[in-house]
């Protein structure tokens, strides 16, 4: 099952916007809550042989059971919803949106231990992800534009902690054509930690 199905990005994404959560979708994003907690505690774990092979079985099953469900990426929830828990993703941790304009969002998150690079600071990777995200989702605005990232810029100006609440600031500062260049600041508490700078191009009709 590949995750290319459709070639034209506008037609994909408009498809897949329009996506209503049920019981069923909310408890998918409790298992994805759950696989996120999972992953925190593999990376703080060195498990007895006897429990790495129970779990390495037990995945196994689990694998197995999911690849018998697999789907064409337009028909998968993953990557889908939106409103003030965000994507159903594992990408990023997760994002809560507390305000949306069209030209400024105030998000927030809190990353747990899998999201680690070393002595306590989150990935440097994973900062410019999150950007990519929150800035992507500042340049679909509140009109669902479909755009691609051209350049994002990441500065890493203090530690990015875990297991903080972190806050996100994007903003667009200018509009030309199909070009979006949107800013983004990433604070803890009142200590700046990154910031990042990037074009956003809105697709055309045909584009992937
Ligand atoms: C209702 C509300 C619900 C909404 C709910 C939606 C939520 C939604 C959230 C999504 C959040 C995730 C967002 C992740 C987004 C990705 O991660 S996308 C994946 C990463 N990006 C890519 O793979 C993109 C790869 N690159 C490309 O495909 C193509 O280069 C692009 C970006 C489509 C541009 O190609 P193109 O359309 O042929 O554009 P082109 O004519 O070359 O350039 C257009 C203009 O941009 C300029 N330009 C292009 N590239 C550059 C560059 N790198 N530097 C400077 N200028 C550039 C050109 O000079 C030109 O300028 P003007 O002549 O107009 O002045």
Not at 5 to 34: C, G, P, S, W
Not at 106 to 129: K, L, R, S
Request: charged share 20%; proline share 3%; net charge negative.
């Amino acid at each position: 099952m590949t995750s290319v199905d459709f070639v034209d990005a506008i037609a994909l994404a408009k498809h897949r916007q329009n996506f209503e959560e049920t019981e069923h979708t909310r408890a998918y994003r409790e298992m994805l809550a759950a696989v996120r907690g999972f992953q925190n505690a593999v990376v703080q774990a060195n498990p007895s042989p006897e429990q790495l092979e129970q779990m390495t079985t037990s995945l196994q099953q689990m694998q197995a059971m999911l690849e018998a469900q697999a789907l064409p990426e337009v028909e998968r929830w993953y990557g889908r919803g939106g409103g003030r828990d965000g994507k159903l993703q594992l990408v990023t941790p997760q994002l809560i949106f507390e305000e949306v304009e069209d030209d400024r969002i105030h998000a927030h998150t809190t990353a747990g231990e899998f999201y680690i690079g070393m002595n306590g600071a989150m990935h440097g990777g994973i900062v410019a992800t999150i950007f990519d995200a929150l800035l992507g989702r500042m340049a679909a605005g509140t009109q669902g534009r479909v755009c691609r990232t051209a350049y994002l810029t990441t500065e890493y100006k203090a530690i990015t902690p875990l297991n903080q609440r972190l806050d996100l600031v994007a903003k667009v500062e200018s509009v030309e054509r199909r070009k979006r260049f949107v800013t983004g600041q990433l604070w803890h508490g009142d200590t700046l930690c990154a910031t990042a700078d990037a074009l956003f191009i809105e697709m055309l009709p045909g584009q992937q």
